[in-house]
Every structure is written in C-alpha cells, then in structure tokens.
C-alpha cells in the first residue's frame, strides 16, 4: 500500500525585490515538508481557493492535513472588534481555512494544527481566540522567543495526563519553542484542552471522542528532524491517515 498523502496549508506572500514585483505566491517552510516525509508521508501543498466545492476536491486528495502556521486571524470572525495589538491578517486563507477544517470534520480526515493551525481549528469549531497574549491576566511568559535558532526551546508545558497528546508524547511536561502572540481563549465545544503553560497560556487542544484532530501552539515541525518527541506528533497523524484511508 502506498504511503498516506499528508496536505499541508499554505501561506501567502506579495513578492517584493524580486523579478517579478507584485506576483503573490503560495509558500510553506520547507520544515514542514520534512517532518511529513521523515514520518512516512507524502507531503502535497494545497494553496487557498476561493471556491469550496475545490476545497473539498484537496481534501478528497489526501488522507491526513497539517494546518500551517502564518497570520493573525481575523476576530470578527468570532465576534470581536480588532483590537491594537492585532497583527497581520488574510482574509483569504482564513476564509478557505474555515472551509478546509469544517470539510476535514466532515470527511473524518485526521488534523494536526500547529500555531496557527491551533487557532484556526478553534474558531472553525466555535471558539474564541486572545487577539494577543496580553490580554491573558495570568500571562507572564514571553511567548514569542527571542534566539537566534528557530529550534531552542523556550518554555515549558504541562500535558494532560488522559489524552491523546501525552499518548504521543509520552510525558507528563515538556520544553517546546515558542513563536506565537495569539492563544485560545474561549474553548471551542467538544475539544479539551491537554496542554498548558505555566503562566495558564493553552498550548494544545484535542477533539473529544471524535476522529483525530489535535492543535499545538508550538512549533514541532521546527524541532522534528532531531527530536524524536516533535517527531512523534507527524508520526501519529501519518499513522491515522493511514488507517482512515
């Protein structure tokens, strides 16, 4: 049999400095790729549409999704005004995003979040979102780290003891890397959290006696090719992507 087909999200950039100016491209950090091939898949890029009927026809390709990291999320999306701290969004990729993780639920095909990917599976399943840490009473971590390697760990998590992460994971507490100033807030109906940082942040979120879809705020895809640990987490929506084919 073949290997699982893994879709990854893409992200957008308006091309500047370039030979063509002005062209915007989909793209992904090749870790990503990396960390699906090195656990047994096939990674396949799938870019934002506007259409969803070609949304569902991506995900009718592949067996298993990574929703990427990238830009803020647009908040009136979970019914908020923007407030100061907000960063970047894109509308596109939230709107095809929305689509893409409620198809996924519909089609029972396997879901790893990651930074991003976390929040965007929040608010597709009706939660809210911290438009930035600081508005967290308890927050006293700096979330987005300050180092020159994007693969240093930063901070540590604690992990809830019955859940599909410390399955994974095998630990009760791990250090993980840190590049975000979004979190969950409001719990999105079915899911728990299973991750949290000491400053009371959520750092993971699993869907509850459903098919597999699991959000982390940090970034394994980064930390994969040396940790087995980071590994493990591709590993594991491989290996449901493979049995739900």
Known sequence: MSKPVIGITCNTLLAEGTLLPGMIRAFVSTDYIQSVVQAGGIPLLLPSVTDPTIARSQLMAID????????????????????????????????????????????????LGICRGIQIINVAYGGTLYQDVSQIPDCTIKHFQSTTQREALWHTVSIEPKSVLTTILGQSAIRV??????????????FMATAISTDSVIEAIELQNEHFVLGVQWHPEMLAEKSST?????EKLVCEAANNR
């Open 64 to 111: 298993g999704l990574v929703m990427s990291g990238g830009p803020d999320i647009d908040p009136s999306l979970y019914g908020e005004e923007p407030l100061e701290k907000l960063g970047v969004v894109n509308p596109l990729r939230d709107e095809y995003e929305l689509v893409i993780v409620k198809e996924a639920a519909e089609l029972k095909k396997p879901v």
């Open 177 to 190: 890397n840190s590049y975000h100033h979004q979190a969950v807030k409001t719990l999105a109906p079915g």
């Open 230 to 234: 980071m590994l493990a987490l591709f």
